[in-house]
Structure formats: structure tokens, C-alpha cells
């Protein structure tokens, strides 16, 4: 008698682990990364060196939770883990740097990747670029123009303001991409027509362009065709968060 009740209570208890194990089975699935890019800027140089060049990445992730991560080279350098924190579901965009170059040498087929450690193990694109080192200042150029603010203006309509770095008149029609929050939003062929050290502002497309509600991550990148060669490449990208305030 006692035999057959402790057998029942047995049965009892594997029937409920059982029971518990499907309920725990059909839990939605929890805070995953469900894809990671990254680019690079420039995609190419010639010129003096070292030259910086600039990584955006691109994480999306599913919801509320914390994406755990590090940046690797083609020369095997890795950094330090690092911790972002999302609070939905969307993309966030980290970014790093890289200064290379000697006097006179050519780096080719150099690349920067974002590894993904947790939650999702996934590792990114890797983002190549080209570096040719001139042995003198007389074999680089002079042209140079940046992304030199973002900004809203009253009725929170974007703003972007371009600077002519160099030393002589820039009369170019360059292509221009904007991302908001990840995602590109614009891509359009700007008309630049600067003296040396003058600047010019515009809007984002017909009337009042781009608005934003609230507020945004943006990058803006001029010359995304590399059409110019430059002195500097890296200050043709610009990301900054900005806040809708109306007056």
C-alpha cells in the first residue's frame, strides 16, 4: 500500500515537471541582436599620413535588454568589451577610430568588424579600406570640406552646415546621405560653391526638408562617392543626437 504511494506521488510530481517544462517551451523568446553593419569613412585616402579612419556600427536589437561587444581589426587588435544598453526594440549606432600610415607605404584591404558576444553571438561586415601614403606634401591635395554642425532650426526642421577647410574656391556637386537613428533617410547631389573658409547651410529636400518631433540620432556624410580627394576624409562624417524644442 505504501508502495503504491509513494509510486503515485512520483508520477504526480513527473507530471507536473513535464507540464512545466512545455509551459517554459512556448515563453517568448527574450532580448536578441537581430543583425549588426558597420562602415567605414574613408573607404579610401592618398595623402600625407597617419590618417584616421572612422567606424559607425549598426546593432539592432529586439527589445529592452543589454547587447555585450568589441571591435576587431584585420591587424588582429581587439578592444575592450563593451556594454550598450537598449530600452526597445530599434538600432543604436556605437563608433571607434583607427590612425594608420607611414611615409610612403600602401595599405590595402584593411578592415574593421563588430563582434556581437552576447546575447546573440554574430559578428558584422567587415569594413574595408585602401591607404596610400604620399612621401611629400607636394603629392597631396588641398581640397577640403566637413560636415560642421547639425543642428534644428525653430520649427525643428534639420539643418546641416558645410565648411570650406581649404585653401582655395570648391565648385562641386557632391553627394550627401543623412541616417536618422540608423536608417537612411536622404541621399541627394549637393551643389557646394564656397570660398576658402566660408560655409553654407541647408535644409533636408522641398520646403521644410526633414522635421524631427522629438528627438534623433543623425549622420550626415558629404562626398559618400569619395568624388573629392581630400586632406582630411574623416571630418566628411558627422553624427549627432539632436532634441526638437519649438518656440
Request: hydrophobic letters at 40%; a neutral charge.
Amino acid at each position: 500500500m505504501l508502495g503504491k504511494k509513494i509510486l503515485k506521488r512520483l508520477c504526480l510530481m513527473l507530471a507536473v515537471l513535464f507540464i512545466g517544462s512545455l509551459c517554459v517551451a512556448k515563453q517568448p523568446k527574450g532580448f536578441h541582436v537581430s543583425d549588426v553593419s558597420v562602415i567605414v569613412t574613408p573607404s579610401s585616402f592618398h595623402g600625407l599620413c597617419p590618417q584616421r579612419f572612422m567606424f559607425a556600427g549598426k546593432i539592432t536589437g529586439s527589445g529592452k535588454g543589454r547587447v555585450k561587444c568589441r571591435w576587431l581589426r584585420s591587424d588582429g587588435n581587439k578592444s575592450p568589451v563593451m556594454f550598450l544598453d537598449f530600452t526597445e526594440a530599434g538600432a543604436q549606432i556605437i563608433t571607434t577610430s583607427w590612425t594608420i600610415g607611414d611615409t610612403g607605404k600602401n595599405y590595402a584591404n584593411f578592415w574593421g568588424a563588430l563582434q556581437i558576444l552576447s546575447p546573440t553571438a554574430i559578428t558584422s561586415n567587415k569594413a574595408y579600406f585602401q591607404l596610400k601614403c604620399v612621401d611629400n606634401p607636394d603629392q597631396s591635395t588641398d581640397n577640403d570640406i566637413d560636415v560642421s554642425d547639425i543642428y534644428l532650426d525653430d520649427q525643428c526642421s534639420l539643418m546641416i552646415k558645410h565648411t570650406n577647410r581649404s585653401q582655395k574656391h570648391l565648385n562641386i556637386i557632391l553627394k550627401e546621405n543623412i541616417w536618422l537613428n540608423g536608417i537612411l533617410v536622404y541621399e541627394a547631389n549637393e551643389a557646394v560653391d564656397l570660398p576658402p573658409g566660408a560655409s553654407d547651410v541647408h535644409n533636408t529636400g522641398k520646403n521644410s526638408g526633414i522635421i524631427i518631433d522629438e528627438s534623433a540620432s543623425v549622420r550626415v556624410m558629404i562626398d559618400v562617392d569619395n568624388l573629392l580627394k581630400e586632406t582630411d576624409e574623416v571630418n566628411n562624417l558627422l553624427v549627432k543626437r539632436v532634441h526638437c524644442i519649438k518656440q
